[in-house]
């Protein structure tokens, strides 16, 4: 049984990524873990009037939090009539990320869902949102869904690379998986930077190539450009439903001070992103 992390602030925009995750898995079985986590900042002076005297901070956030993630969970068994899908609610009064971080090995979770949205530059660089934060620290594939997205059956998937990472398997078991199970087409795509690929580029288009022997795939040749443009671009023109990518762990100056292509993609696009970790060595060019 897969099992699935749904973070909740209870706003609609993560409640619609809790819609496109129950439909997404439809026909999968599936324990869905709904998490809301608290902090003493979201307390504010009208709660601690109405506090009683012998309550705590701590005490009150928990209780209330409690109460509407459960009225959530009631109200999603109540309308998703789907036998293959459980749900468990969990609330924690900690650091955001730490809380996810902790959970996710608890419980052995597979995969995060959440929902994303776009923001000024300024908090694209410096503080992003909640997804790129679980995407940048989070060791767990993420399915970011854009703001608004309803969910749409998938038939063709984009997973871009400049094969100057050596890949491993178990870094791509999430989209092997998922395209081998439903059946999608995933379509690689190398936006070139120059005109012939190096041996190490040759080894890891053929390691690609070998992975996805069960799969629908093809290997896409762009011509030079902005990278975003060009694979979005691609994928407008191919109806593709959803975007895959690797994604490795950046240092906190890193993340203060450079945008990196996942970052772009998860603030301005407009289908489903799957995030997966890449732990395999990248060639400096």
Not at 16 to 40: D, G, H, S, T
Not at 67 to 87: C, G, M, Q, W, Y
Not at 161 to 185: C, G, H, I, R
Not at 206 to 221: G, R, V, Y
């Given at each position: ?23 997404f ?23 601690l ?25 009631d109200?999603?068994?109540?309308n ?18 730490d ?31 909640n ?8 060791s767990c ?5 854009p ?22 398997a ?58 975003f ?57």
């Amino acid at each position: 049984m897969k099992k699935i992390l749904l973070p909740t602030d209870f706003s609609e925009n993560s409640i619609n990524a809790i819609r496109y995750a129950l439909a997404f898995f439809e026909r999968e079985a599936c324990e869905f873990y709904i998490l809301n986590v608290q902090k003493v900042s979201s307390f504010v002076s009208d709660d601690l009037m109405a506090m009683q005297p012998t309550e705590s901070i701590f005490d009150s956030l928990i209780v209330a939090a409690k109460e509407r993630i459960k009225n959530l969970t009631d109200d999603l068994v109540a309308n998703h009539s789907n036998p293959l899908h459980t749900f468990k609610s969990n609330v924690d009064y900690d650091n955001f990320i730490d809380a996810i971080n902790q959970l996710v090995v608890i419980e052995k979770i597979n995969l995060i869902v959440m929902g994303t949205r776009g923001g000024s530059k300024l908090d694209k660089r410096i503080f992003g949102s909640n997804t790129i934060r679980v995407i940048q620290r989070c060791s767990c594939p993420v399915l970011a869904i854009p703001q608004g997205y309803t969910y749409e059956e998938i038939s063709d998937i984009a997973f871009p690379s400049n094969y100057y990472t050596k890949y491993n398997a178990e870094d791509l078991f999430p989209l092997v998986s998922l395209a081998e199970k439903q059946d999608y087409t995933v379509h690689v795509i190398h936006v070139k930077d120059s005109e012939h690929l190096t041996e190490f580029q040759e080894n890891n288009r053929a390691f690609l190539d070998s992975c996805f022997t069960n799969i629908n795939h093809s290997f896409i040749e762009l011509e030079q450009g902005r990278l975003f443009k060009m694979i979005n671009n691609y994928m407008a023109a191919n109806s593709v439903d959803l975007l895959a990518l690797m994604s490795r762990k950046h240092s906190f100056l890193e993340r203060l001070f450079t945008t990196h292509p996942v970052e772009s993609f998860a603030f301005n696009l407009k289908v489903p992103l799957l995030v997966m970790e890449n732990t395999g060595e990248f060639y400096l060019k």
